[in-house]
């Protein structure tokens, strides 16, 4: 349980660091964290339930920044995370290569989503050449701090939960 709140907390606290260095540099890229914490938790041995409850509350988090209807955000993070969690969970795999090549993927996934979800609600095809022009630097850009996330999610693991020795 302590690993899915820390792997939460983690996302978010790097989402609110990238909102203050994107608008003060005034970037255009931005790295999904939300994706990156579905992919880690996915490829881990975190439990179900608690990882579903912890991403509706990121996703939630994230719905109140978001600009356009309260909850279409949060819908398209969750079907994100349900294929992700399909997929994904399968396997298992905990090499960097493979979780950064997923990181891209379900980034690709979920603002391809989000871009459908408004372009029907906005009946207004604007999203979807947004989508086409930034999902490629956005999905990179997910997909190279995946080791840096991942590194500082155990990081920070290692500070909070205690591990057991063997005494020999």
Known sequence: MKRVIINALTAILLMLAQTNVTSAFGWDVLCQFGVIAIVLAAATTMPAMPTAVA??????????????PVGLYAMAFMASFAVA????????????????????LVCMLFEGILAAIYSIYYWDTHFLSVFLHQVWMNALMTACLTPLVMWATHGIEKLFIRRKTAIS
């Open 55 to 68: 991403m509706l509350c990121i996703a939630f988090f994230c719905d109140v920044w978001s600009s356009g």
């Open 85 to 104: 969690w399909a997929f994904i969970g399968r396997t298992k795999t905990e090499r960097v290569i493979a979780l950064m090549v997923c990181s891209a």
